[in-house]
Structure formats: structure tokens, C-alpha cells
């Protein structure tokens, strides 16, 4: 988006619930969260669905599942005046984030868009396997290393539990010719609440990727 605002914010989460093929767009004209209300790019959402059969406008996978909705105050607090795309993606298909990023890559050429991949990292009672496997994960991310980042989750390991997400943006960077991404801040649970070592920790970073002018 270089140094203008976007004019659309694409949320991409995962569904915990439902399995389907594809991504399920938010359809609908606006939303609202205790932040305000926010449109919905429709002719973006048009624009993505016509690109690919993998990819509709269903509400119903959103009903129950947070892990996009999770993002939307975020997004109405720093880009108030953007529209929004909420899409969840339901398999585990690197055919989906292919044509995922392709059809993100074509809505970047019409308008100047931001897309945010919503996720957490390991989850395991042992804080210091946590920090140490988030570390890696997040340089995987970091320098677009998608076969690597593929290696190192299976269901029994989810390094990261939104991964299609995560290889979505990384595919849609890397088409868009940026290289690598820069680490903002990683904590997790134990670092804040220490009594969740040993019991249950939970990793959360943050990375972001630019287009160089």
C-alpha cells in the first residue's frame, strides 16, 4: 500500500469447527464490533470469488469461529476508514492458498489492500519448547521459507494452528516481490502469566511484510 492507506483490509482466518474446500467469505454490506461499524468491500469479495471455485460468499462458517473476527477491532482501530474482507479458510490444501494468493495478487493490482493472517503459534505445557519451536517457526515465516514452514507442522504439531493463513500472506508476499518480512514482537503466555508453565502455554507473534516503493 505503500505510504497511503488502504483502501481494503483482507482478514484471513481458519475454522476450528467446519471443514470445507476453500475459503468462506463474510458476505453483507457492513459489520459491526464494539469499535463501530465498518463496510465490507463487496466488489472485493465479487473479485475474489469470480478468481476461483475455491473460494464463495458463506456467513455460515463465521457464525461460531473467531479466529478472523478476533482481528476486525484491530483492523477498525489502525485503518478506520478501510473496508473490510473476512475470509476463512477451511482445508489444508496448498491448491487453496495457491489460488488464495493469486486471487489476492489480482485484487492488489486494482487497489492498494493490506492482508492480515490471523493465527497462534505452538501450544504445549513446556514454556521453553514453546519459546524455542515459535523462534523457528517465525524465521520460517519471516524469510517466506513455505516448504520449510510446511515441514515443521503436522495435526499432532500444529506450529501454527491458522497455518493456511499464515502460507497464504507468505505466497501473496513473495508474489508481490518482497523477500523477507520483519519480526515486531513475540510473546506468550507464560511470559505474562507464569503460572500457565507447565500447564498451558500459548505462542503469539507478530510479522509484517512490505512492498518496497
Known amino acids: 500500500a505503500g505510504t497511503n492507506r488502504p483502501d481494503t483490509v483482507v482478514i484471513l482466518g481458519f475454522t476450528h469447527q467446519m471443514s470445507f474446500t476453500g475459503m468462506a467469505l463474510l ?20 473479485l475474489l470469488a469470480k478468481h476461483s471455485k475455491r473460494i464463495r460468499m458463506d456467513a455460515r462458517p463465521h457464525e461460531t469461529e473467531h479466529s478472523a473476527k478476533n482481528q476486525i477491532p484491530f483492523a477498525q ?10 475470509g476463512l479458510i477451511g482445508d489444508h490444501d496448498a491448491a487453496t492458498s495457491d489460488e ?4 489476492l495478487k489480482e485484487l492488489a493490482a486494482k487497489k492498494p489492500i493490506v492482508v492480515v493472517a490471523s493465527t497462534d503459534l505452538l501450544h504445549d505445557p513446556d514454556y ?33 494452528c491458522g497455518i493456511m493463513p499464515v502460507l497464504t500472506v507468505m505466497k501473496f508476499a513473495a508474489s508481490q516481490g518482497v523477500s523477507q518480512g520483519t519480526l515486531m514482537n513475540y510473546r506468550n503466555s507464560g511470559d505474562d502469566f507464569q503460572e ?18
Open 77 to 86: 482501530a489502525a485503518l478506520p476508514d478501510s473496508r473490510l474482507i473476512i
Open 27 to 46: 458476505d453483507g454490506d457492513a459489520l459491526e464490533t464494539a469499535m463501530g461499524k465498518s463496510l465490507i468491500d463487496t466488489e472485493g469479495c465479487e
Open 196 to 213: 500457565s508453565r507447565g500447564t498451558w502455554v500459548v505462542g503469539y507473534g507478530a510479522l509484517a511484510f512490505s512492498v518496497k516503493e
Open 128 to 160: 521453553d519448547l514453546v519459546t524455542k519451536t515459535d523462534k523457528v517457526t517465525l524465521e520460517r515465516i519471516r524469510t517466506l521459507a513455505t516448504e520449510e514452514l510446511i515441514r515443521l507442522w503436522s495435526p499432532r504439531k500444529q506450529v501454527c
Open 100 to 103: 488464495l494468493a493469486s486471487a
